[in-house]
Nanobody
């Protein structure tokens, strides 16, 4: 069983910062890309940032220059540092990882965390 456990959400004032963490646990062979998505009320889930196993990153346009994604492969953990937060960043943030369960797996399987609420409000 593979689990992604997120932490670090909460309530913050506009202009503030938060750091989200997501750790993968359980039995698996390898993790490929990891990423953060978010879903605001009444909106579709969208990709916020992603990072490959080699460290290449990409960001949704509205968070470029404010958010930084990173990962610690030894800890199977991905982070999202969020600075200069705006009310429009308010959403449930979900961690995602593409994982091979064992060395014989032919494909990568997407796993999701349970979500963590981020609220930006004065």
């Amino acid at each position: 069983q593979v689990q992604l456990v997120e932490s670090g959400g909460g309530l913050v004032q506009p202009g503030g910062s938060l750091r989200l963490s997501c750790a993968a646990s359980g039995s698996f062979f390898s993790i490929n890309a990891m990423g953060w998505y978010r879903q605001a009320p009444g909106k579709q889930r969208e990709l916020v940032a992603a990072i490959t196993s080699g460290g290449s990153t990409n960001y949704e346009d509205s968070v470029k220059g404010r958010f930084t994604i990173s990962r610690d492969n030894a800890k199977n953990t991905v982070y999202l540092q969020m600075n200069s937060l705006k009310p429009e960043d308010t959403a449930v943030y979900y961690c995602n990882a593409s994982i091979k369960r064992n060395i014989l797996s032919r494909s990568w399987t997407d796993y999701w965390g349970q979500g963590t609420q981020v609220t930006v409000s004065s």
